[in-house]
T-cell receptor, first 112, second 117 residues
């Protein structure tokens, strides 16, 4: 049981490049989330999903897209990376009936 | 909208001593959950303790306990017998418990705890 995993762990992009962050969970959780963590600002919700095939915007969705084609995977895409997207990205998942969210190890993304 | 405030950017404690981290929140809801997460240098977010708003009894997990004051909207974390491994960033978080909520967490800005030998 690996829990929540994220790929990659580190990435450096140039402005304008695109990339996809992959989140996978093997706990059969319905809900999945993408957060970003910036210094002095805590974690902020980017997008979330309450089930396969459904996604919704969170607090800071601009510049990101997501997809949940399979229940166990939640992808976060940056179509045209900007330096303001330099951050640490966390994926989390939870059961519908449980208040607890389980977090992945994070991805540190730097956009030059 | 709900907000979570951690007014102590940094705290320090001597090993084996006790330290209390503060958290206040704002909400108009009556049913919700509160959490403390620990983030060590490894970056992994680790759940330390959780409190259900409908429970009057304060939650306790080994050396970690909370002081939940619902009327004052306060949720502090007490770490007893502090250990070097407790050094980390600590985040307070809020989650609605209503049936129409999306289960998202609202985080405070964190408190960095240093533990000195």
């Amino acid at each position: 049981n690996a829990g929540v995993t994220q790929t990659p762990k580190f990435r450096v992009l140039k402005t304008g490049q695109s990339m996809t962050l992959l989140c996978a969970q093997d706990m059969n959780h319905e809900y999945m989330y993408w957060y970003r963590q910036d210094p002095g600002m805590g974690l902020r919700l980017i997008h979330y999903s309450v089930g396969e095939g459904t996604t919704a915007k969170g607090e800071v969705p601009d510049g990101y897209n997501v997809s949940r084609l399979k229940k166990q995977n939640f992808l976060l895409g940056l179509e045209s990376a900007a330096p303001s997207q330099t951050s640490v990205y966390f994926c989390a998942s939870s059961y519908t009936a449980s208040p607890e969210q389980f977090f992945g190890p994070g991805t540190r993304l730097t956009v030059l | 909208a709900q907000t979570v405030t951690q007014s102590q950017p940094e705290m320090s404690v001597q090993e084996a001593e006790t330290v209390t981290l503060s958290c206040t929140y704002d909400t108009s809801e009556s049913d919700y959950y509160l959490f403390w997460y620990k983030q060590p240098p490894s970056r992994q977010m680790i759940l330390v303790i959780r409190q259900e708003a409908y429970k009057q009894q304060n939650a306790t997990e080994n050396r970690f306990s909370v002081n939940f004051q619902k009327a004052a909207k306060s949720f502090s974390l007490k770490i007893s017998d502090s250990q070097l491994g407790d050094a980390a960033m600590y985040f307070c978080a809020y989650r609605s418990a209503g049936t129409s909520n999306t289960d998202k967490l609202i985080f405070g800005t964190g408190t960095r705890l240093q533990v000195f030998p």
